[in-house]
């Protein structure tokens, strides 16, 4: 009787290196993974997850990039099997890429090529990519001055959606404390872009003009798929965004498992004319008047509410562990109970801000948890995993107390 055990601690023996969120230390963790979390700060509250064993302290992966990869190179080669590598951020990825003959040396990393990698980051790259393979997105263009900004919004037409080329960008202090964090704006006429503009850094290139899928945010699906080295389709899941935060061109903050066929022969569609394999996060909208599906982006890492895929029987992380050691597994195919996701701060925020511009009442917002169906996975708490909960809260105490004395010390400041 001791056999299936022995084969169980074999089955498992490499570590899990997750650089991201909680979703992917818990869709892991519960599969009995010894997790290593590596993170650029010592108080995310993922790290006081139950689930995750040890944890690496990374300096910045964008400002201090060679002392990342430094520090991650150290604790691979301190491993006696390789770990399988798991991301679900954009420098992140961006990092492995650049470094993957050093990484696969140490680490399983499972990447697409470099350079489709950045035909998929770079907005502008991915605009030009998806003209030439004739995928359904809608009409970009890249200006290269403020003159061609207005030319460009003539063309895709107004209403139309201004965002940057790499999300990066927009991620600056001064940016931020003009627009907000914000992934994307919409001009409904020439004097709303010339507003939105004049907030931005000059334009050289790092903005796109996009053509407005019009609709709810409601008509925005996420697919979600693992795809072996030899092309094989080991699983995939749809998830339906019920709310976004920020508001219209934000992630999804209150999510729900869906059987749409049509978005799901889409996005294959899509991957399979990129020649894609590994893990893909793809962001889609459906035409409110045409009922068309558009490919917004197609993001090469894990969406962070994509602890929802195990929640439907679809445990994307495990089938790229078990591919990555050798670890023979069925595709997957969802359960078809339903499911749901929420991050319940931002899906608040996002409530004061529907409500605000009209689009959702109190009333609406309560009752849209006892309408849907569905056991729903919270992002902090979870009933077998509750101490990170309690270190968002301690976290969110310490940074509403730092405020106040900045703001007490401005105040009292002769």
């Known amino acids: 009787m001791e056999i299936p055990m022995s084969i169980e601690k074999r089955r498992y023996a490499n570590k899990a290196l997750v650089v991201g969120r909680i979703g992917l230390v818990r869709s892991l963790g519960r599969e009995g993974i010894s997790v290593t979390l590596a993170r650029e700060s010592g108080r995310v509250f993922e790290r006081w997850s139950r689930y995750c064993r040890e944890f690496v302290l990374l300096p910045n992966l964008v400002t201090d990039e060679d002392s990342a990869v430094e520090v991650l190179l150290r604790y691979g080669r301190k491993q006696e099997q390789k770990p399988i590598v798991f991301l679900s951020a954009e420098s992140d990825v961006l990092t492995f890429s650049r470094h993957r003959d050093k990484f696969s040396e140490l680490f399983h990393v499972t990447l697409p090529c470099h350079d489709l990698l950045l035909d998929l980051i770079d907005k502008g790259r991915f605009a030009r990519l998806a003209d030439a393979k004739g995928l359904p997105v809608p009409k970009t263009l890249v200006p290269q001055s403020k003159e061609e900004c207005f030319e460009a919004a003539d063309e895709v037409g107004y209403p139309c959606v201004v965002k940057p080329i790499s999300q990066r960008l927009w991620h600056t202090p001064e940016i931020l404390s ?19 503009l004049a907030q931005l850094p000059p334009v050289g290139g790092h903005e796109l003009i996009q053509q407005y899928i019009p609709g709810e945010d409601s008509l925005h699906h996420d697919f979600h798929t693992y795809i072996d080295c030899s092309g094989r389709v080991r699983g995939s899941v749809v998830g339906h965004k019920l709310r976004t935060f ?15 066929p049509a978005v799901e022969r889409v996005c294959l569609d899509a991957l399979k004319k990129l020649n894609y394999t ?11 008047e045409t009922g068309k599906d558009y490919i917004l982006e197609i993001n090469p890492r894990y969406s962070i509410w994509g602890i929802l895929d195990s929640m439907c029987g679809v445990n994307l992380p495990l089938l790229q562990y078990c591919d990555a050691v050798g670890l023979d597994t069925p595709n997957r195919q969802p359960t078809g109970h339903p499911q749901r996701w ?55 105490l310490l940074s509403f107390c730092g405020r106040a004395f900045s703001y007490l010390k401005r105040k009292i400041k002769p």
Not at 178 to 196: E, S, V
Not at 246 to 258: E, L
Not at 363 to 392: C, M, N
């Open 278 to 288: 590994g893990v893909a996060n793809i962001n889609t909208k459906r035409h409110a």
């Open 246 to 260: 920020p508001i219209h061109f934000g992630q999804g903050c209150y999510t729900r498992f869906v059987e749409e």
């Open 342 to 396: 929420l991050w319940f701060g931002a899906d608040f925020k996002a409530m004061l801000r529907y409500r605000r511009v009209g689009e959702l009442t109190l009333r609406q917002w309560v009752t849209s948890y006892v309408r849907e169906k569905g056991r729903i996975e919270f992002h902090v708490f979870a009933p077998d995993d509750p101490l990170p909960l309690a270190a968002a809260g301690w976290n969110a």
């Open 178 to 196: 003009r627009i907000g964090l914000k992934k994307a704006l919409l001009a409904r006429n020439p004097d709303d872009l010339a507003t939105l």
